[in-house]
């Protein structure tokens, strides 16, 4: 028995599902971060898309700037350039070489999901969506970056033009972000199999299985897999949809049918 041959009879044989209380805890483990990665694809993919509508978005906007530079420590714009507020689903963007905005302006602009930018006189600065994730995470939620200290220095609006054509992102990063969605979904379905695994176990003792708490972890980590799979899909035409009462409860059904062939004690005597 190994964990592909349990990964067919999750789909189409339930009965024999019983079978799963034989494997190593460790197999079990990583059939559990496999399921994971399952839960993790349509959440990587929103990822990824929100990331192309930036660059896009970004493309959109560079094609906008004027003829500026970055020197000195100042935005030097050509003398009829006006600053501007350019708005698109993801980012609202601000070009202020006249020193009219600030980088609260800017974080007043951002609203919803959508990330505050702005090229203003003195600075680069960035507003977050203010969604607690990013205070957590990286313990603000705007940041300046002066041109005074250099980093900039020397930019112009054909070197950003240049940039936004050519971006792509790279394979490693894809992959950490992966890895860092994969995290929080692999702790959210260890919760969710405690608790079935809590149900599966009060039902083993009620039904007189003889079957340790353990033994009914594995057999309702392998049970998961159709509820996983499904909440998945779900997850790629509706990414707001709440899937762990779907994951507890039809897990929970398939383990009823799992311990149909599981040898039972026999019941005391009166």
């Not at 708005?87 to 951002?110: C, E, H, M, W, Y």
């Not at 203010?130 to 957590?136: I, T, V």
Request: glycine share 4%; proline share 4%; net charge neutral.
């Amino acid at each position: 028995m190994n964990s592909f041959t349990l990964f067919k009879q999750s789909l189409f044989k339930f009965t024999d599902l019983h079978q799963a209380k034989k494997m190593p805890f460790w197999k079990v483990i990583l059939y559990v971060v496999f399921l994971s990665a399952i839960l993790a694809l349509p959440i990587t993919k929103q990822v990824f898309s929100i990331m192309q509508d930036i660059k896009n978005d970004g493309q959109k906007i560079a094609s906008k700037l004027p003829e500026f530079k970055i020197d000195d420590g100042k935005l030097q714009a050509v003398k009829d350039a006006e600053g501007f507020i350019y708005q698109t689903n993801s980012i609202i963007f601000t070009f202020d070489p006249d020193g009219k905005r600030s980088l609260s302006d800017v974080t007043a602009d951002s609203v919803g999901n959508a990330v505050g930018l702005g090229f203003l006189q003195d600075e680069f600065v960035v507003a977050l969506p203010n969604s607690g994730a990013a205070d957590s995470l990286l313990g603000a939620n705007q940041f300046e970056i002066p041109y005074s200290k250099g980093t900039l220095d020397g930019l112009n609006s054909n070197d950003l033009k240049n940039a936004l054509d050519e971006a792509s992102v790279p394979f490693w990063i894809k992959l950490v972000i992966f890895i860092f969605i994969l995290y929080p979904t692999f702790i959210n379905l260890i919760i969710n199999l405690l608790l079935i695994t809590i149900g599966a176990n009060l039902y083993s003792k009620i039904r007189l299985y003889k079957l340790r708490f353990l033994d009914c972890l594995k057999i309702s980590t392998y049970c998961a897999t159709l509820p996983v799979i499904f909440s998945s899909m779900l997850h790629f035409w509706n990414p707001s949809f709440d899937d762990s009462f779907l994951i507890v409860f039809s897990s929970l059904l398939i383990f009823f049918f799992a311990l149909r062939k599981e040898k039972r004690q026999e019941p005391p005597l009166a």
